[in-house]
């Protein structure tokens, strides 16, 4: 069964100003889904054919290149379009909002530590929120890697994610990468990271 | 000793319609010079303050070395070009050319292939190995092959900042038109060093 490019569940302008119509057409129909026709190309004839991307990307050590960049770029641009919303929440709330307070201290230190994780990953890659047993952390990776590879440096369950390739950005921020990340968190749609942590 | 930002041995839109003015303008007067601004707050108090560029590149780490090496990528790679240079490679450089990759479309289309293929950012290049052949390669971020002992003479940038005001996603579109300013008297001066 091949992967699917998903449908986003708002319309490309809808995260105006924060993040432009035409950068998000072209991350979603350009990048994700060459990311996505490349992923169903690289597993096709594969042991790995019929598994879920999840399953994949716990064994990428053992598969070829080819499926660990683009099962990674599949999976981390699903997370990252679900993890975004026009009228995201406010802030994280409930059993999630504890679990960053024990992780962290507090809300603002979580955010400095995810913000400076973002800003100096060095060449593309992506920032994450992670669940790792009952601790949350904050790491990074590069290129199109996450949590989920067990090839990566902190392992876990990703529950944000933000896409610093520059694609993700450079059309409306060009060389300001942390212009890009503050304004991201005014679309972090925290019902869904809450949903994704498991309290 | 500070690093200095190198003027451009050209105006920013010299290279148009095939790189924007725009895109050159970001590209050395924010990205480039932002890694010059780096590297020369990184150095200080370190082993690395009075060192030259080659130096950083072969030897520093972590900070320094991507800040360092992607100045020296970026002055490699703004020095090849010329709004009015010469096209194709020419006398000991492609004769080399062809002994090495067999004819100048076979090099171009197996470099092609190198810049277009690089997951992520970096560079794809074409250099001189200590025993006088030509190889293609491609580093990651800012890698360069300064540290592994081979003379760069030819690099294309294949960060996503180099094209995407120009081309977006479409970095085979970047790399074709690279070809039309690049000014292959540079490389052969270069190969000639
Ligand atoms: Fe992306």
């Known amino acids: 069964m091949a992967f699917e490019l998903p449908k986003l569940s708002y319309s490309y302008s809808a995260l105006e100003p924060h993040i432009d119509a035409r950068t998000m057409e072209i991350h979603h129909t350009k990048h994700h889904a060459a990311y996505t026709n490349n992923l169903n190309a690289a597993v096709q004839g594969t042991n790995v054919s019929n598994k879920r991307i999840e399953e994949i990307m716990a064994v990428v050590s053992k598969l070829p290149v080819a499926i660990r960049n683009n099962g990674g770029g599949y999976y981390n641009h699903n997370l990252y379009w679900e993890i975004l919303t026009p009228g995201g929440a406010n802030a994280p709330h409930g059993v999630l909002l504890d679990a960053i307070n024990d992780s962290f201290g507090s809300v603002d230190s979580f955010k400095e530590a995810f913000v400076k994780a973002a800003v100096t990953r060095f060449g593309s890659g992506w920032a994450w929120l992670i669940q790792k047993e009952n601790k949350l952390v904050v790491s990074s990776t590069p290129n199109q890697d996450n949590p989920l590879m067990d090839v990566a440096e902190v392992q876990g369950t990703p529950i944000l994610g933000i896409d610093v390739w520059e694609h993700a950005y450079y059309l409306n921020y060009q060389n300001r990468r942390p212009d890009y990340v503050e304004a991201f968190w005014n679309l972090i749609n925290w019902d869904e990271v809450a949903r994704r942590f498991k309290g | ?193």
């Not at chain 2, 200590?130 to 300064?146: F, H, K, W, Y």
């Open chain 2, 1 to 193: 000793m500070a690093f200095e930002l190198p003027a451009l041995p050209y105006a920013h839109d010299a290279l148009e319609p095939y790189i924007s003015a725009v895109t050159l303008q970001f590209h050395h007067l924010k990205h480039h010079q932002a890694y010059v601004n780096n590297v020369n707050n990184l150095i200080v108090g370190t082993p690395f303050e009075n060192a030259t560029l080659e130096e950083i590149v072969r030897k520093a780490d972590g900070g320094i070395f991507n800040n360092g090496a992607q100045v020296y990528n970026h002055t490699f790679y703004f020095e090849q070009f010329a709004a009015d240079g010469c096209r194709e490679p020419q006398g000991e450089l492609k004769a080399a050319i062809e002994k090495d990759f067999g004819s100048t479309e076979a090099f171009k289309e197996q470099f092609n292939k190198a810049a277009a293929t690089l997951f992520g950012s970096g560079w794809a290049w074409l250099v001189k190995t200590a025993d006088g052949r030509l190889e293609i390669v491609q580093t990651s971020n800012a890698g360069c092959p300064l540290r592994d002992g081979k003379t760069p003479l030819l690099t294309c940038d294949v960060w996503e900042h180099a094209y995407y005001l120009d081309k977006q996603n479409l970095r085979p579109k970047y790399i074709e038109d690279f070809w039309k300013v690049v000014d292959w008297q540079v490389i052969s001066k270069r190969f000639s060093a």
